[in-house]
């Protein structure tokens, strides 16, 4: 990165005060982590306010700093040579610098947007996978897809980058819309519509609303790809104004259809057919053929083979606790702990169960609160309960939340469900799956990010 004061300021509409031709090379937004001619953006977040560190990011090494022009009395500027750029709103200013810089990007040929409720990531994972086998593709930081995480996934572009695929989160209204505005993208892929962060966006229909703001940066020439299985996203056909591909497993009205679907359970792998070509991805489940789809058709769309479609997913890994799975001491760990919904654990029972037909053991999953959930918070931990017995599932439950999973399990099984325990410290699970697991069993970690799962399952490897 080598961009001068001046320019920024131009890029982002702010006003200079010193040093204008200062040579901007990296960039930063906590002043702990500053890196050699560092620009600090001084974010307001919701623990802290970056103004309050502007002068400990220059002292530690910046050149200049992005605040708001009415923060700027507050600063001792005198006898430093520091630049900085007022703005009205300085995460803006952010996006708008990480817009700019993108666009200094000749090679760059195409931008792929990922969002959905669940799964994003893993379409994120093989999108890049099969982009790879044409173009020097980069992605998304491991799991940066809000503004700042973006913002600095786009600071990270090669010379050499030819296509990039970012993944686009939200949790509240006009989050998306920002993120498309900057990233401009000629490719979107909306996966599905869940009840993720339902709490704050009210009904699926507000998710969907939320989601769709990916057209907001999208020129009308621009594709997008949209599951036909997924009602929500299917009741759009024909209203999005841009050039749309519907794929899917059940609706046969889709453009494009994977059929013969197949599970190899030992093997880690998924197999299925789109126009008589047989494909096989390194993942298990429906929802991950539905995940690998997405990654077809962009591979289409920039004119790869079947041949090198398949080479791509050959090369897949899904990304950190996001079902893994593996073999512990003779246990098969689903390692699913990233993050949950409802969708995301009913497809994890699905793999849970068919893992368990082939090792003949026994099925449980550890599991906690599902979090911002909101006024569906009851429904959501019901049906998990409801499926736990359905599926004969063992289950081990911690958070608030969560006791509403136990009480469904209760009530579904007519009143006693020895396999279901209901903690109130996370921290004794691992020493009570230890004392009746055994060789064989497949065991499922999953809950919400807060709900840190992955201490769990690390506590049940160092006991068991």
Same mark, same amino acid.
């Given at each position: ?8 300021? %131009? ?13 901007? %090379? ?251 070509? %047989? ?20 591979? %289409? ?164």
């Amino acid at each position: 990165m080598n961009l001068s004061i001046a320019e920024i300021a %131009k890029a982002v509409k702010g006003e200079v005060i010193n040093n204008k031709e200062a040579i901007i %090379k990296n960039m930063a937004i906590d002043s702990r982590k500053i890196l050699p001619d560092s620009l600090f953006f001084a974010l307001k977040g919701e623990n802290a306010d970056g103004h309050n560190f502007v002068m400990q990011a220059l002292e530690s090494g910046a050149l200049g700093a992005v605040v708001r022009k009415d923060s700027v009395k507050q600063f001792d500027l005198q006898n430093k040579n520091a630049a900085i750029i007022t703005v009205k709103d300085t995460l803006s200013a952010l996006l708008d610098t990480a817009k700019y810089y993108k666009s200094l990007f000749k090679n760059l040929d195409k931008t792929v947007a990922v969002t959905g409720s669940v799964g994003k990531t893993t379409a994120k994972e093989f999108i890049c996978s099969v982009l790879s086998e044409r173009f020097k593709t980069q992605k998304s930081l491991e799991n940066y897809n809000t503004d700042t995480g973006m913002s600095f996934t786009l600071f990270a572009l090669e010379e050499a980058t030819e296509a990039i695929v970012l993944e686009m989160g939200m949790n509240h209204f006009g989050e998306i819309k920002r993120l498309s505005e900057t990233a401009n993208p000629d490719t979107a892929v909306i996966n599905n519509i869940g009840t993720s962060h339902i709490e704050y966006l009210g009904s699926r229909e507000g998710i969907k609303k939320a989601k769709f703001e990916i057209l907001d940066g999208m020129s009308e020439s621009a594709d997008i790809i949209l599951n036909a299985d997924d009602p929500f996203l299917y009741s759009e056909k024909g209203k999005t104004g841009r050039r749309e591909h519907f794929f899917g497993l059940e609706n046969k009205d889709a453009g494009y259809i994977a059929e013969n679907v197949s599970f190899d359970y030992e093997n880690n792998e998924s197999c299925f057919e789109i126009s008589g070509f %047989k494909f096989k991805i390194p993942a298990v489940g429906v929802h991950n053929i539905s995940n690998a789809m997405p990654a077809y058709i962009a591979g %289409k769309l920039c004119g790869l083979s079947d041949e090198m479609i398949q080479a791509g997913f050959n090369n897949f890994k899904n990304a950190k606790m996001r079902q893994n799975i593996y073999e512990h001491n003779g246990i098969t760990i689903i390692d699913d702990c990233y993050n949950s919904s409802l969708e995301s654990v009913l497809a994890a029972f699905d793999v849970l169960d068919g893992i368990a037909a082939k090792t003949g053991g026994y099925k449980v999953a550890v599991l906690a609160d599902i979090l911002e959930s909101g006024d569906f918070s009851e429904e959501i931990h019901t049906k998990i309960g409801e499926a736990i017995v359905k599926k004969n599932i063992g289950a081990y439950l911690y958070g608030e939340k969560s006791k509403a999973t136990y009480d469904a399990i209760v009530k579904a099984s007519g009143g006693y469900w020895d396999c279901c325990h209901s903690v109130e410290k996370s921290e004794t699970i691992a020493l009570q799956l230890c004392s009746e697991v055994n060789k064989g069993d497949v065991i499922l970690f999953k809950a919400s990010r807060g709900m840190a799962m992955e201490t769990v399952l690390e506590d049940f490897k160092k006991l068991f």
